[in-house]
Nanobody, 125 residues
Framework: QVQLVESGGGLVQPGGSLRLSCVVS????????IGWFRQAPGKAHEGVSC????????NYADSVKGRFSISRDNAKNTWYLQMNSLKPEDTAIYYC??????????????????WGQGTQVTVSS
């Protein structure tokens, strides 16, 4: 079992930045990946970014490439999603997830097995 607790959401103006945090606990072997999904109002969940615990694979959705960055602090068991140049279409609930099957290059193949409770990100002027 994996526990994931997100924080860091909020209201930000277009073009601004925000950093989400996710504290990870529980059984997480190296072949697992930790990532971020989001769900905008009225839309399905969408993969944003993921990275294997081994560090061998890091991938991003095309919609956030060049603007978002995933990272981690092993000493704190904490993962981060740095979001820059935010757009109104980035408004969503963001979820930290754990993926037993790792982090394939194709976003459509990301299959989360564990989810955090979510944190709201609103991009608006």
């Amino acid at each position: 079992q994996v526990q994931l607790v997100e924080s860091g959401g909020g209201l930000v103006q277009p073009g601004g930045s925000l950093r989400l945090s996710c504290v990870v606990s529980g059984y997480t072997p190296n072949y697992y990946a930790i990532g971020w999904f989001r769900q905008a109002p009225g839309k399905a969940h969408e993969g944003v970014s993921c990275q294997t615990l081994s560090g061998g694979s890091t991938n991003y959705a095309d919609s956030v490439k060049g603007r978002f960055s995933i990272s981690r602090d092993n000493a704190k068991n904490t993962w981060y999603l740095q979001m820059n140049s935010l757009k109104p279409e980035d408004t969503a609930i963001y979820y930290c997830v754990a993926l037993e099957a790792g982090c394939p290059r194709r976003v459509s193949l990301w299959e989360p097995n564990f989810w955090g409770q979510g944190t709201q990100v609103t991009v608006s002027s």
